[in-house]
């Protein structure tokens, strides 16, 4: 028979463990597939919140989500709400989804307005 404080330690680790598996699924790169990719289209939608900043973008009739880096290092490398608008044609420079039925993809960079914004800078394509 097990104490009433091995069960709140049984408990507690489970609660714990739950809570983060779906956070250490979500982060990270490793849905995407190896090499890189680029995205150019015209935005549909914009978003910078939680878990990261994202943009909607039509590409050839699909559109693709663009998830780009958390809102505070996405705002650090300068790309805010204000400088791009639904209907502006951007350029996404990253990893897509491993999954290739899925129009998704990790942005390191983004282009638009002729404008550039390392939102990865560690992880954008060599020059």
Do not use: C
Request: hydrophobic residues 40%.
């Amino acid at each position: 028979m097990q104490s009433p404080f091995n069960r709140s330690v049984t408990l507690a680790a489970a609660v714990i463990l739950a809570a983060t598996t779906p956070a250490y699924g979500h982060h990270g790169w490793s849905w995407t597939q190896d090499g890189f990719f680029e995205l150019r289209g015209k935005i549909t939608a914009i978003y910078i919140g939680n878990p990261h900043a994202t943009l909607d973008v039509d590409a050839e009739g699909a559109v693709w989500r663009v998830e780009m880096a958390p809102p505070s290092r996405t705002i650090a490398a300068g790309f805010t709400e204000e400088v791009a608008k639904v209907g502006d044609v951007v350029t996404a420079i990253g990893n897509r989804s491993r999954d290739e039925s899925e129009k998704r993809m990790k942005a390191a960079r983004i282009i638009v307005g002729g404008k550039t914004y390392d939102v990865y800078p560690d992880r954008v394509p060599p020059a």
